[in-house]
């Protein structure tokens, strides 16, 4: 089992940034590759962004390239989502995700292959 717990939602205006953070307990952070994912009210949940094991590798949805970085430290265990120039249409409920990789390189952009995810934090954009 992993454990994974989001922190560092909240409200902004537009232009605004945020940083959510989200710690890992349980099995072997380093053997999972992470991902951030969102849910807007009445909508699917998407990928928002994703890294490999190794940090090393990253992918992005194109809605947020450019705006969002991820990155993530094993050593502590955690994985962050910088986002900046936030827009309305960035208001969700951002969970993060676990992915079992054996390729230190690998990620997953899709959300049906994670094993883990957390209870999610609000992210809320305003006009």
């Known amino acids: 089992q992993v454990q994974l717990v989001e922190s560092g939602g909240g409200s902004v205006p537009a232009g605004g940034s945020l940083r959510l953070s989200c710690a890992a307990s349980?099995?072997?952070?380093?053997?999972?590759?992470m991902g951030w994912f969102r849910q807007a009210p009445g909508k699917e949940r998407d990928l928002v962004a994703t890294?490999?094991?190794?940090?090393?590798?990253?992918y992005y949805a194109d809605s947020v390239k450019g705006r969002f970085t991820i990155s993530r430290d094993n050593a502590k265990n955690t994985v962050a989502l910088q986002m900046n120039s936030l827009k309305p249409e960035d208001t969700a409920v951002y969970h993060c995700a676990a992915v079992r990789r054996y390729a230190s390189g690998s990620y997953s952009t899709n959300p049906g292959e994670y094993d883990y995810w957390g209870q999610g934090t609000q992210v809320t954009v305003s006009s």
């Open positions: 349980g099995r072997t952070f380093s053997d999972y590759a």
């Open positions: 890294i490999s094991r190794s940090g090393l590798t990253r």
